[in-house]
């Protein structure tokens, strides 16, 4: 048991939100500040990509049983659905069978957490924005505007959950020894959306994360609940296909024309919709401490916002609050070591991740299409069925495993060193179901047998 | 000729005095920022650690015809002193005779500028706080705290030169597309004084950079005019050997007999001083864009900061003068052309010198006293006496060459991949000097023509 304290959660996006409920649950007092209106109140703003919820994040969800509830508002994806121009649609299925991630979205989740984490006892302070925090006292500091009035509000933790421009975390750069980094991609994105048919059905197939991959562009469509998808196209900013090219209807339908004419069909107001809707931008950042000794801590994309290419953005945010609720089992009310040990604990997974959806956008962009790509798949996905214990492929170990993402980058390099050799087999393209390959396979893992 | 503008210089160090001659000498009205009093009426700190000017900061002070008063404060040192415990001090020489780079108090320097800058018609107003700049009017906000009032001053072009923790740049960081990283080492230095002799005269060879290698901690002294050395003493913060264990007055006099023993003869008040001078960080920070349109510009360590290890930090701050006048004449009132072109091609030779800097803390702690290292660096000095047009050692290439730091980065590289080769010939400890080891050499740069 902990002793309880007053806790103030800056931010009441998912990982605030269930954060407030872990820490409700265990007897605590706990604020939530969000400097935006309540989600619930308002309509949602357009430039969101939906959620792919995964193992990960359903663990965290069912260790406070709430997982049910959510489950209820969540599509089950069991594939990729790839679009090409050349040939008819065909599906890759992401893992064994009755393995999926789950398309959620993100406006519709937020609003049930913040509905399940009041239920639970929190305290939700909307249009309340936090300009300062004093790192040692565990004080915030609220007001209107940055030059005016603050109102300092005194607690004994303070836990950033406010997003890749974290004021908290912001206070904390000012630090000697605070690393910090923030680097944005040349590609951005824009959101749109395919409505349901009239009769309420889904214009594809409804239980795959649909892509059309272009090189270096692509667009996605998530399904929704009601019938429709959210989907998002990725452009670079600048270059012949890019965002600044794209500045008049008339290029854009002729853009979508020649790149995606069955998207076309779907979309009736694409046009007009995608000049409405604002382009964002995706950023990495990593920094150094995530707390600050016993009172104040950084958790989610405060501590660690990554690119959305591998769908983990919620769920390595989920993993922070499952790693910290373990901490506090093990330390009860030593908050300085449940801190020192989140920290040391997150940090490396939170790199790896940030590292291996950097280099997803490539993969997802371009060699989802690849004829290359798809024949090294379908040999990892038959070594594995042959000896699942020795060659977990990366994107399951990522996706469908608890195990580690440090882990999953470094054996992931591993193995895409093998399958390098492995593709430079001569013949491998007319015969791979063999002996020969299946032991070249086993004799690369066995110089390394302690990684698997 | 460019028509005269109004502009503010935030920042009154090197580079920003420097910078207000150049501007100052085009008839530009220049007023020059500082939040700390005027460097010239108070003491320095007892946190600097002296300056190297090389032939790259030479230049830029010769383009306004300074460099010879500046010499007058300047000691030439042609050689590292190695102190070693297990032999006699020895001298590594750094260039060919005549080469050498200069000692110079930053203090000393720093007055001296301004004097020269107010002496050219540029204003300093210093105890002056510059809290925000509108980027896009070029408008600084100035007021004693940040919470208090402030005074917009309008100018026509603004220059952070604010150093490594500029409030410029952190304005500018709010925007989207500001890629930023800040890293500090966990190597931290103080600063202590060797003094003069009682007849004024130095107590070690006067034109040297004495070394004091240690592994991963080091002791360096630089010459001052009035016959002092500046010292300064690199430590781990944690570990073994670290700031950290250094806690008591005991603890720090049995540190330094046991490994540096001829520096405690030299230093009277060593132990006193430890305690009274500040342990001070070491930090990278590298940021893209330096400019905003025609209005605003980073320059220096506002825009690059690096560690010190290769003597460079002033000279690379100076060298983005020397660029951006090439500019200004080149584009004369073009400011957006002059700002873009000057992010452009200093920003790769910023990063190659934080690259080169960064690496060198190995070279200057732990390999200048190794046998091996030693010994390739005899074989690169024989090479490049006998290919002068071949091979430029790479400390030569960034202190006595003005080529660019990128190149000097991707060749000294390519030198290094030569010289492991070089170093695992078979008897190379023996026999070196034969015609062996030079075609050997040559060959391998025949290879890669293009690089020499």
Known sequence: MQTPKKIAIVGSGLVGSLLAIYLRNRGHVVDVYDRRPDIRKVEFSGRSINLAMSPRGWRALEAVGIDEEIKKIAIPMDKRAIHTPDKPMYYQYYGKEGEAIYSISRGVLNRRMI?????????????????????????VQVGESEKGEWTPNKYDL???????FSRVRHKMQRQSMFNYSQHFLDVGYKELTIPKNDDGTHKLNKNSLHIWPRGNFMFIALPNLDGSFTCTLFLPFKGENSFEVLNSEAKVASFFKEFFPDVVDVIPNLVEDFFKNPTSFLVTTKCYPWTYKDK?????DAAHAIVPFYGQGMNAGFEDITVLNDLMNLHNDDWSQIFKSYQEARKPNADAIATLSY?????????????????????EAWFYDKH????????????????????????????KEIMDEVM???????DWKNEEVEQFILNKLKEKEHLV
Do not use: C, H
């Open 115 to 139: 509905d399940l984490a009041e239920a639970a006892g929190a305290r939700f302070i909307f249009n309340s924005k936090v300009w300062d925090v004093s790192l040692s006292e565990a004080t």
């Open 158 to 164: 303070v836990f950033g959950a406010d997003g890749a």
């Open 296 to 300: 104040v801590a950084l958790i989610g």
């Open 359 to 379: 280099r997803n956008f490539m993969e997802m962009s371009n060699k989802t299409a690849d004829e290359n790509f798809i024949l090294r798949k379908k040999i």
């Open 388 to 415: 699942p214990e020795l060659w977990v492929p990366l994107y399951t170990r990522v996706t469908f495993s608890e195990r580690s993402y440090a882990e999953a980058l470094e054996f992931g390099d591993f193995q």
């Open 424 to 430: 430079g087999l001569e013949g491998i393209e007319e």
